[in-house]
C-alpha cells in the first residue's frame, strides 16, 4: 500500500489550499482515510476523516473551514479555506484497510494509533 500526497505550498492568512492523496495497492476490501498534522515542536494530530459510505469527522480546530472529500476509494482531497498561521505543519494522510475497517463502525477515527498505512507528508506553510 502506497500513499503519496500533493498540493502543499505556501498560502497567506485567510486563504486557501487543497491537498490530495493517492492510494495505490488497495486490491481488495473497504478502506477508511484520514489527514493528519504535525506543527513544528508539536505532536502530530487528527484533521479529518472519510469512509467509504461517506461519513466524515473533524478536529474541532478546523471544522467549518476544511474539508475532506473522496473522489474515490482510492483518492482523497483536503480542501482548507480561511487559513490560520497555526495550521502550519507537514500534512499527511493515513490510511486503514480491509477487515480492520470493521472494527470502526458508525464512527470515523481520527487516532493517530488506529491508522496502518501513512504517505510521507506534504508541508503547508501559512505565512504573508
Known amino acids: 500500500v502506497r500513499l503519496v500526497e500533493s498540493g502543499g505550498g505556501l498560502v497567506q492568512p485567510g486563504g486557501s489550499l487543497r491537498l490530495s492523496c493517492a492510494a495505490s495497492?488497495?486490491?481488495?476490501?473497504?478502506?477508511?482515510m484520514g489527514w493528519f498534522r504535525q506543527a513544528p515542536g508539536k505532536e502530530r494530530e487528527g484533521v479529518a476523516c472519510i469512509k467509504q459510505d461517506g461519513m466524515t469527522a473533524y478536529a474541532e480546530s478546523v471544522k467549518g473551514r476544511f474539508t475532506i472529500s473522496s473522489a474515490h476509494s482510492e483518492n482523497i482531497g483536503l480542501e482548507m479555506n480561511s487559513q490560520k498561521p497555526e495550521a502550519t505543519a507537514v500534512y499527511s494522510c493515513?490510511?486503514?484497510?480491509?477487515?480492520?475497517?470493521?472494527?470502526?463502525?458508525?464512527?470515523?477515527?481520527?487516532?493517530?494509533?488506529?491508522?496502518?498505512?501513512w504517505g510521507q507528508g506534504a508541508q503547508v506553510t501559512v505565512s504573508p
Open positions: 495497492g488497495f486490491i481488495f476490501g473497504d478502506n477508511i
Open positions: 493515513a490510511a486503514i484497510w480491509g477487515i480492520r475497517t470493521a472494527a470502526f463502525a458508525g464512527r470515523c477515527p481520527t487516532g493517530i494509533g488506529e491508522y496502518d498505512y
